[in-house]
Nanobody, 118 residues
Framework: QVQLVESGGGLVQAGGSLRLSCVAS????????MGWFRQAPGKEREFVASIRWTGGSIYYTDSAKGRFTISRDNAKNTVYLQMNSLKPEDTAVYYCAAAPTGRSYNYWGQGTQVTVSS
């Protein structure tokens, strides 16, 4: 059973930084596609960034380009999302997800709250 546990959220002022972590367990992740998503109050969940466990297929939503960096540490089974120059509109619950074949995200974490104050 795949388990994803996020951490690193919190309250930060606009312009600040946070690093989210997602620890994955339960199996060998091979070439899984790992993604970060977010959901703001009253809005639908949206894609933020993705990376293959092997390190390729790095993509960002337009609003994250130049500010966020996704990375992974295979030895720690952890995927990171470094978020810089945070804006109030980045406020959301951030979720880590795993897609075994890259076609659909079948596994989700419980989420971590990020709040950016103006």
């Amino acid at each position: 059973q795949v388990q994803l546990v996020e951490s690193g959220g919190g309250l930060v002022q606009a312009g600040g930084s946070l690093r989210l972590s997602c620890v994955a367990s339960g199996r060998t992740f091979g070439n899984y596609l790992m993604g970060w998503f977010r959901q703001a109050p009253g809005k639908e969940r949206e894609f933020v960034a993705s990376i293959r466990w092997t390190g390729g297929s790095i993509y960002y939503t337009d609003s994250a380009k130049g500010r966020f960096t996704i990375s992974r540490d295979n030895a720690k089974n952890t995927v990171y999302l470094q978020m810089n120059s945070l804006k109030p509109e980045d406020t959301a619950v951030y979720y880590c997800a795993a897609a075994p074949t890259g076609r659909s995200y079948n596994y989700w974490g419980q989420g971590t709250q990020v709040t950016v104050s103006s």
